[in-house]
């Protein structure tokens, strides 16, 4: 028989709350954090004790407040930052439910320090449990001081779901290195067990936070980022292709507030798409400035997403900024400094989490590796420089007025004709030398991009000399296969490849282009089909007939093993001059690698 109905007591009610917004350690960090942020604080350290079950204290520098806020914050749905339904569809700051601290006080032993600049004496204010044990004056500096300790004593249900030290400490370190990156005019210190695990100092320079937090291997290969539209305007840095990650390592940021989306994420894989291969990560640091109005950060208890009101608008912005960000690296070869290589960052990762390109719940691992939870060691900081604030309002670390502020790589272009031929190495290597640089390239990669790009030239002039076929070739399909092929046959025409249905699975080939010749059609054609995706329901026809391209690039180039003249040679060599972008074969492969005379000179010990 059902109970009747009544009201829920205050301290049921904020652990149900609780449940919602704080869900593991790294939950407490955010909403702290945010708080921080929000408080205009531009010094914040963090200390955490066996991965934030124990202990985590965050103090800060910010506004600090008066006792009767300080109390009036500590209960449910109290907030300074919204008064009206207004206010609730233009979320101009990173905390706004009024759900934080309450919930977190529910769920452990806390204790609060605060103080705003205009009084003298601090409020200290102790809570178990939801309830308040003591309030009292208390000296302190300007700012907030937070202790939460006991995490979950009293939900041990939720306790027990909780994952290893390890991991937990990851999210939490994950999750401020995310912050941390657009933030360079905040200095934040992490302590775990007493040790100091990061220590990232206030820089003037973004490019300078971004290397610190994700890999000295990003220096001098980060590229800026400038694109605006109707309806969003687009900030940060791209990473060039060659240093990618095998986890994901994209930060975003919308409207100051650090976000995981799914949306944003594929625009920027599409926006290097042909350019790094498959199963690998770019590097991105994006700030998307969005009418307030047009974008909901009210989706999540917690947060963790928003949902914006002109997608496909804003999808396509981010595919071209990164697109544009790029065009910097197009005739940049790759560089080879093993000396200063950094591996791949891995934060300590539990067997049950598995980490996924869009799993909102893993850990994204892009920082500099973390060390165990045990032996951690001093991280050495950049220098300090003075405080510059460049999120004023929520503005983008790149607005027009400081792109002084920050420096461009060093982007070399090569002119391949202009290059000595030396030989070929394994007839698979052009070996060739330009002024101090030594330049190794792969004859396939290097000509499947030229021939890329004559199909795709073909593909809109329609101007591809054509073979036709002594003998059509036929091929036989599966349905699915088949399925996907016969949508895609108009747009295979505008290249020159006539094919015909010719009942159930079969298809019958009369001619191809003229760059095909010779090769095994039946092979090539079999390849498409299998690697075609469904266009009705995973991808445009565009992506199907770029694939298809590709692959035809991939057939009709040279192969590794054969050998070249040098007359063949410099025709390559010229003709991938001619190429919009000659750095990476269409799968994202390098096509040529540098070796600068010093780095030479280095491994030989000729120099220090």
Request: aromatic content about 6%.
């Amino acid at each position: 028989m059902l109970k009747p109905i009544r009201k829920l007591p205050e301290i049921i009610a904020n652990k149900i709350a609780a449940g919602e917004v704080i869900e593991r350690p790294v939950s407490v960090v955010k909403e702290l954090l945010e708080n921080s942020i929000d408080a205009e604080s531009t010094r914040i350290r963090i200390d955490i004790e066996k991965g934030g079950t124990e202990l985590i204290r965050l103090s800060d520098n910010g506004f600090g407040m008066h006792k009767k806020n300080a109390l009036l914050a500590l209960e449910r749905h109290a907030t300074s930052k919204i008064e009206n339904d207004e206010d609730l569809f233009s979320i101009k700051t990173l905390g706004f439910r009024g759900e934080a601290l309450p919930s977190i006080a529910a769920i452990s032993k806390m204790t609060m320090v605060t103080r705003p600049k205009s009084s003298e004496l601090a409020t200290e204010i102790q809570v178990e449990g939801g309830n308040v044990i003591s309030v009292n004056d208390a000296g302190a500096p300007q700012g907030t001081y937070i202790s939460v300790n006991d995490l979950f004593f009293n939900t041990p249900a939720r306790k027990k779901y909780l994952k290893s030290i390890r991991t937990e400490t990851a999210h939490i370190i994950d999750y401020i290195a995310m912050v941390a990156v657009g933030l360079p005019h905040i200095h934040f210190k992490l302590f775990h067990n007493g040790k100091a695990i990061k220590n990232w100092s206030q820089v003037k320079d973004l490019s300078n936070r971004i290397a610190d937090v994700m890999g000295d291997d990003l220096y001098q290969k980060l590229y800026p980022v400038q694109y605006k539209n109707d309806h969003v305007s687009i900030s940060g840095y791209v990473a060039s292709p060659e240093t990618t990650r095998k986890s994901l390592s994209t930060v975003i940021f919308v409207n100051g507030r650090a976000v995981k989306d799914r949306l944003i994420n594929h625009a920027i894989f599409e926006g290097y798409r042909g350019r790094i291969l498959k199963g690998q990560h770019p590097v991105a640091v994006l700030f998307l400035e969005i009418p307030f109005e047009d974008v909901d950060v009210n989706v999540h208890p917690a947060k963790h997403n928003v949902r914006f009101v002109h997608q496909g608008s804003i999808h396509q912005a981010v595919v071209k900024a990164i697109q544009n960000g790029l065009t910097q690296t197009r005739h940049t070869p790759w560089q080879s400094h093993p000396e200063k290589y950094v591996s791949p960052p891995i934060s300590p990762v539990n067997e049950n989490d598995h980490p996924n390109p869009i799993n909102d719940d893993s850990p994204q691992s892009f920082i500099t590796p973390t060390p165990k939870a045990d032996k951690v060691n001093e991280y050495q900081a950049p220098p300090l420089f003075p405080n510059k604030k460049l999120i004023n309002d929520h503005q983008s670390p790149l607005c027009e007025s400081e792109q002084h502020m920050f420096h461009n790589p060093i982007v070399e272009k090569i002119i391949y004709s202009n290059c000595r031929i030396i030989g070929q190495f394994h007839k698979t290597y052009i070996i060739c030398e330009n002024n101090d640089s030594l330049y190794m390239i792969d004859q396939h990669a290097a000509h499947e991009r030229i021939v890329y790009e004559r199909f795709k030239k073909a593909l809109f002039s329609r101007n591809l000399p054509v073979q036709r076929l002594l003998i059509p070739e036929t091929i036989e399909l599966t349905y699915q296969q088949s399925s996907v092929f016969s949508e895609i046959i108009p747009e295979l025409k505008k290249i020159g490849i006539d094919i015909e249905h010719f009942g159930g699975n079969t298809f019958v080939i009369q001619s191809v282009p003229d760059i095909l010749t010779g090769k095994d059609i039946n092979s090539l054609f079999v390849d498409m089909a299998q690697s075609l995706p469904d266009i009705k329901n995973t991808a445009p026809i565009e992506q199907a007939i770029e694939d298809c391209l590709m692959l035809m690039a991939c057939h009709s180039a040279i192969r590794s093993g054969q050998l070249l003249s040098e007359k063949e040679i410099q025709e390559l060599l010229k003709e991938l001059d001619l190429c919009e972008n000659p750095s990476q074969c269409p799968h994202g492969r390098p096509t040529c690698i540098q070796w600068n005379v010093s780095n030479i000179e280095k491994k030989f010990k000729r120099t220090g």
